[in-house]
């Protein structure tokens, strides 16, 4: 990789067949290969069809998993998604039971999920001195907020509702064969998200701006626009998240969403990508999400307990973080051995 | 190069480490004979994996081997007669839910059933809904619900007695729908009249009191507390007392350590706190008796956590309290999973089952829905405490 001058170019990445099978992403298709095995030697009841069925609550998860990760390649952060899906299931499950057809049920649902993320991306790019996790814990609080009080004003009492007309949830809810409609809902957004950070100017601005936000500046990137697009765009898909967790729960309470922020995190930090900025790519983050998923499963349908599971992700997650670190260290101390 | 392929060892390290975390000797080998339409085919390097696995884990899991049998029997139901009994609780480190499991545990084995029994990740409903989807996936025969919410499990018990399984619910309540009978621990009304009583009692007929509950949506705490408001706006008898807040500890001991706090600070004129709740009565006993407060603590609460703040005195926060045998209602669970999977009761009303050493109980219609009532609230107060406090 070195140039003439003998200066290593890392920003141009590595392409060909060899690099693409031992890349991080490829240690990950690794992974979920494994943790499938896994499953099926642990459990008799591990098939596509149980799979499949056990999914769509974590599937809505994966939505946002996209969004959360455009937010990370630009080196900023958003806890407060869990609490916004919260929020867009409340005002979609109230409003269904005050009348509204599911088609404007919907499009409720989708618009609270934008409007919050538009009033997350409007602080942090109106007040760049305030950090965006601070920024976004306070709308955190506010949107599960907002949320009790409506339960509080418009529900039957007790901070939970269902809905009553489950005849749009139901369609929602079908399945194509064993593969619940979400399925493919996810597949589709994940390939748009994955196409536009990859592939166009936009995401590689992205990129820009997460490595050297001034730089980027000085390059003439709106980055603040930029910001604002990404925040509006991660509330937009907690919307969906919330519509796509309605066809699990048939309803909505003041509990809905707690920790998804946390889930979506870590599962694009398994993926690769990031929390500082720069680096990585939903690829890995939509494996490292199936690979969550199916080992949540896998371990679940084993009857062991909810806490060891959540013990073991954690652990996977704090050695994929290690792994580049310590691999990182390796080469720099070789390199200094070397000369 | 190089850092890729450690990259690729470590992740491989990982994948055995969590093959050994789980697996154990017995269990590699069984399910292999039982390729269940699985999605991949295990191949060579695999049984690698899961030999180092097999020698990593020197003493195998009682409990895995407990769910291996459990599998073994779902495959083949007709033949052994046991049948495996779920029970799934509200959350994990929960001490009246943990007794509550020990007696299902019991009721069950002692009938030669398998008990699976699922504590979720969180006290959410949302935590429950995945529990349930894997019960399903392992087909076992019935399972009963400490709902975390009345209306959110609705369509996951749904699918769950579509696919033929038995469902019941204990402690707390789901919609009526959706289950065939509830394992009730005492009659809303009679709760709501016991601990009615005992705050007037305690503050003497008139003054300031505060509910100290769990969750906002917990359904029998909600129903609890709507009996006792409605009690005090249905009798002139409660006319002087004021009920100036409902806080919610989220039956988490921090929590409701702190909601305590605040309602002292609120209202200085605070004369008793009701706490429906376990985790919550001895948070509140603790900051109480700690801060040696005036405010005087009842509710429903564990003897073995409470023991050490119940007593007459000054010195003590809680002159009495109540509860029902929490091993009593997991019993009863129990028995009635089993009488529900073998057919001898149907869940209608009017149905009468012997649950054991509990003696007979009927399925009576209360408010429209079938319930099996375990008996009235038990009364502990300084002169029973020491005796029941190393029970549970």
């Known amino acids: 990789m070195a140039g003439r001058s003998g200066r290593e170019i890392s920003a141009v990445p590595e392409s060909g067949i060899k690099e693409k099978l031992v890349s991080w992403e490829g240690a990950l298709v690794l992974i979920l290969v494994g943790v499938n095995i896994l499953g099926v030697v642990i459990s008799p009841n591990y098939n596509l069809n149980n799979v499949l069925r056990e999914m769509p609550r974590y599937l809505a998860e994966i939505f946002m998993m996209f969004g959360m990760g455009y937010i990370l390649v630009l080196g900023d952060i958003d806890i407060s998604v869990g609490a916004l899906v919260c929020l867009a299931g409340t005002v979609t499950v109230l409003s269904s039971n005050a009348g509204a057809p599911f088609i404007v049920a919907v499009v409720i649902c989708l618009l609270v999920g934008l409007l919050g993320g538009m009033l997350n991306g409007f602080i942090a790019t109106h007040f760049t001195e305030l950090p965006t996790m601070i920024v976004t814990l306070g709308t955190q609080i506010i949107f599960r907020g907002i949320a009790e009080v409506l339960f509080e004003t418009w529900g039957n009492g007790g901070g939970t509702a269902s809905m009553t007309d489950t005849k749009g949830l139901m369609l929602l809810a079908k399945k194509v064969g064993p593969f619940p409609i979400s399925f493919f809902c996810v597949i589709i957004v994940g390939i748009i998200m994955i196409t536009v950070l990859a592939k166009t100017t936009f995401g590689r601005k992205l990129y820009a701006i997460g490595s050297n936000k001034t730089a980027a500046y000085y390059a003439g990137i709106k980055v603040e626009r930029i910001r604002f697009i990404c925040y509006s765009l991660l509330g937009l898909l907690a919307g969906l998240c919330a519509l796509f967790l309605l066809t699990a729960t048939f309803g909505s309470n003041t509990t809905t969403g707690q920790g998804f922020e946390m889930e979506v995190i870590a599962m694009c930090v398994f993926g690769g990508i990031a929390t500082t900025g720069g680096k990585g790519n939903l690829i890995g983050g939509f494996i490292a999400a199936f690979i969550i998923v199916c080992l949540r499963i896998a371990l679940g349908q084993r009857n062991i307990n909810t806490q060891v599971i959540l013990v073991i992700i954690g652990l996977m997650l704090i050695i994929s973080v290690l792994v580049p670190s310590v691999s990182s260290a390796l080469a720099a101390k070789r390199k200094k051995a070397g000369t | ?392």
């Open chain 2, 1 to 392: 190069m190089k850092k890729k392929v450690l990259s690729v060892l470590l992740a491989a390290t990982m994948v055995a480490s969590v093959l050994a975390g789980c697996g154990s000797a017995a269990q590699t080998a069984a399910p292999a004979a039982e390729p269940a339409a699985a999605e991949e085919s295990a191949p060579a390097e695999d049984t690698a994996a899961a030999d180092t696995a097999a020698a990593d884990t020197a003493a195998a899991d009682t409990a895995d081997a407990a769910a291996d049998t459990a599998a073994a029997d779902t495959a083949a139901p007709a033949a052994s007669g046991g049948g495996t009994y779920a029970l799934v609780t509200k959350s994990a480190g929960n001490p009246f839910m943990e007794r509550m499991a020990s007696g299902f545990q019991e009721a069950v084995e002692a009938s030669g059933g398998t008990v699976v029994i699922q504590n979720p990740e969180a006290a959410t409903p949302d935590a429950q809904i995945s529990v349930v989807q894997s019960l399903i996936s392992q087909g076992v025969s019935s399972i009963a619900v400490d709902g975390n919410d009345a209306n959110a499990l609705t369509a996951v018990l749904t699918e769950a007695k579509d696919a033929g399984i038995k469902i019941l619910t204990l402690d707390s309540d789901v919609a009526p729908d959706t289950r065939t009978v509830y394992c009730n621990q005492a009659g809303v009304s009679q709760i709501g009249q016991t601990l009615m009583e005992a705050v007037y009692d305690l503050t003497g007929g008139e003054g300031d009191w505060a509910i100290l509950s769990a969750t906002s949506q917990a359904t029998n705490q909600n129903a609890w507390i709507d009996a006792m408001k409605s009690l005090m706006e249905s009798d002139s008898k409660y006319a002087k007392l004021n009920l100036v807040e409902v806080a919610y500890g989220d039956d988490e001991p921090q929590k409701s350590t702190d909601q305590t706090q605040a309602l002292l600070q609120n209202y200085p004129d605070l004369k008793v706190i009701c706490a429906p709740t376990t985790v919550g009565i001895a948070a509140a006993a603790k900051v109480l008796q700690d801060q040696k407060s005036s405010v005087k603590l009842t509710g429903l609460g564990l003897p073995s956590e409470m023991a050490e703040y119940i007593g007459d005195d000054d010195a003590h926060s809680c002159p009495y309290m109540y509860l029902w045998n929490p091993i009593d209602l997991g019993r009863l669970a129990g028995y009635t999973s089993i009488a529900l999977v073998d057919g001898s009761i149907t869940g209608a009303a009017g149905d009468t089952f012997t649950a054991g050493e509990l003696g007979s109980y009927t399925i009576e219609e209360i408010d429209g829905s079938t319930q099996i009532i375990l008996g009235p609230p038990f009364k502990f107060d300084p002169s029973n405490i020491d005796e029941w406090k190393s029970v549970y």
